[in-house]
């Protein structure tokens, strides 16, 4: 099975910041990588599919990139709104595999 | 406005069967595929199973396969999780997620039920 570490596991920045999560595939999955959005209590939100495309309704602020099996998910300036913990999911093939999270706290 | 409503959690003992429903609305149903995602209390999300839109296709993680079964019924816009000799590990808060588009199992989940609580305790 295809491992999606994610890195860090949780962060503390401060309002305006620029925050890199990152998330390796153990294995090569072309771009079919999303990031997902849970706000405390929430069900998850899809911030990003596609490993770049930014879904509707999102905030531009929230971006994705790839370079080969690293996936970043950026977060230009950090807003109070922005606590939540963070995931990435690997879509591709019989087996869906979540990251095991980033929670973002504000400093 | 795309609606996914689950039921049909509460509590087993180990060993025991649960059948879960997602009545979904807003869409048309039998053109995404549907997902069931699952959170153990305080932990992260595990994802679980998909379905394609027919029916055809189905796939199960490692930790479920051989005790769930995913199917769907596209005349009630119904999805639907069979779980068996359910374990503690089980225990957790099962979302069905609708794929983003139409095509087949390989999707991103843009919409997501609430949830309903599954607890396996002895």
């Known amino acids: 099975d295809i491992q999606m570490p994610q890195s860090p596991s949780s962060l503390s920045a401060s309002l305006g910041d620029r925050v890199t999560i990152t998330c390796r595939a153990s294995q090569g999955i072309g771009d079919y990588l999303a990031w997902y959005q849970q706000r405390p209590g929430k069900v998850p939100k899809l911030l990003i599919y596609?490993?770049?495309t930014l879904q509707s309704g999102v905030p531009s602020r929230f971006s994705g990139s790839v370079s080969g099996t690293d996936f970043t998910l950026t977060i230009s300036s950090l807003q109070p709104e922005d606590v939540a913990t963070y995931y990435c999911q690997r879509y591709n093939g019989a087996l869906k595999t979540f990251g095991q999270g980033t929670k973002v706290e504000i400093k | 406005e795309v609606q996914l409503l689950e039921s049909g959690g509460g509590l087993v003992q180990p060993g025991g069967s649960l059948r879960l429903s997602c009545a979904a609305s807003g869409f048309t149903f039998s053109s995404y595929a549907m997902s069931w995602v699952r959170q153990a209390p305080g932990k992260g999300l595990e994802w679980v199973s998909v379905?394609?839109?027919?029916?055809?296709?189905?796939y199960y993680a490692d930790s479920v396969k051989g005790r769930f079964t995913i199917s769907r019924d596209n005349s009630k816009n119904t999805l639907f999780l069979q779980m068996n000799s359910l374990r503690a590990d089980d225990t957790a808060v099962y979302h069905c997620a609708k794929g983003l588009q139409t095509t087949g199992t390989t999707n991103a989940l843009d919409n997501w039920g609430q949830g309903t609580l599954v607890t396996v305790y002895s």
């Open positions: 379905i394609s839109g027919s029916g055809g296709s189905t």
């Open positions: 596609s490993a770049s």
